[in-house]
T-cell receptor, first 112, second 119 residues
Framework: DGGITQSPKYLFRKEGQNVTLSCEQN?????MYWYRQDPGQGLRLIYY???????QKGDIAEGYSVSREKKESFPLTVTSAQKNPTAFYLC???????????FGQGTRLTVV | AQSVAQPEDQVNVAEGNPLTVKCTYS??????LFWYVQYPNRGLQFLLK??????LVKGSYGFEAEFNKSQTSFHLKKPSALVSDSALYFC?????????????????FGQGTILTVHP
């Protein structure tokens, strides 16, 4: 069953702790993306990667880090430097940098 | 820099009536345009895309969109709305001029439009 898997669906962390969100795809897509969604602000791009071992900062990369050691995996770490980390995080992948992206079901992160 | 604008936060339409959700874009090269739909607490579902060719593209669930280069628009349309079409809709763009550069593959979304179809 092909697709994009984000885990966990809900995540709670204490303020000041780093947390890593998982994103795995078995679609053999080259490109992967992380977005943050807040009410009324649409989707904002955090990081994206077009190839293994390479990634680019998106529009709101501060306080986040990523790695792309394997084609199928693109984990996102929300660091303690991210001032307002509570949000809905969406991972996506696309076959190339020109094609449509497909999304996971999201991870809702709540920092208390 | 590439950008997308969805000028309407909300669109309300009666069931059976035609619907339009507006989208305008800004890119330096040729646009690759996409529409997505999102239901509460879920990921986005791809509806349709424009890459090249016919300005009217057809997609899933009876939706279509019209590309207008002179107006830099890509409005989403459906001839007859259903209550089940009620959801959050996003327009997105890629820029062909990003090829070979550090922005290659960047996919930018609009703010989203809440569509409500009333029975």
């Amino acid at each position: 069953d092909g697709g994009i898997t984000q885990s966990p669906k809900y995540l709670f962390r204490k303020e000041g702790q780093n947390v890593t969100l998982s994103c795995e795809q078995n679609l053999n897509h080259d490109a992967m993306y992380w977005y943050r969604q807040d009410p009324g602000q649409g989707l904002r791009l955090i990081y994206y990667s077009q190839i293994v071992n390479d990634f680019q900062k998106g529009d709101i990369a501060e306080g986040y880090s990523v790695s792309r050691e394997k084609k199928e995996s693109f984990p996102l770490t929300v660091t303690s430097a991210q001032k307002n980390p509570t949000a809905f995080y969406l991972c996506a992948s696309s076959l190339t940098g020109y094609t449509e992206a497909f999304f996971g079901q999201g991870t809702r992160l709540t920092v208390v | 820099a590439q950008s997308v604008a969805q000028p309407e936060d909300q669109v309300n339409v009666a069931e059976g009536n035609p619907l339009t959700v507006k989208c305008t874009y800004s890119v330096s090269g040729n646009p690759y345009l996409f529409w997505y739909v999102q239901y509460p607490n879920r990921g986005l579902q791809f509806l349709l895309k424009y890459i090249t060719g016919d300005n009217l593209v057809k997609g899933s669930y009876g939706f279509e969109a019209e590309f207008n280069k002179s107006q830099t628009s890509f409005h989403l349309k459906k001839p007859s709305a259903l209550v089940s079409d009620s959801a959050l809709y996003f327009c997105a763009v890629r820029d062909s001029n990003n090829a070979g550069g550090t922005s290659y593959g960047k996919l930018t979304f609009g703010q989203g439009t809440i569509l409500t179809v009333h029975p």
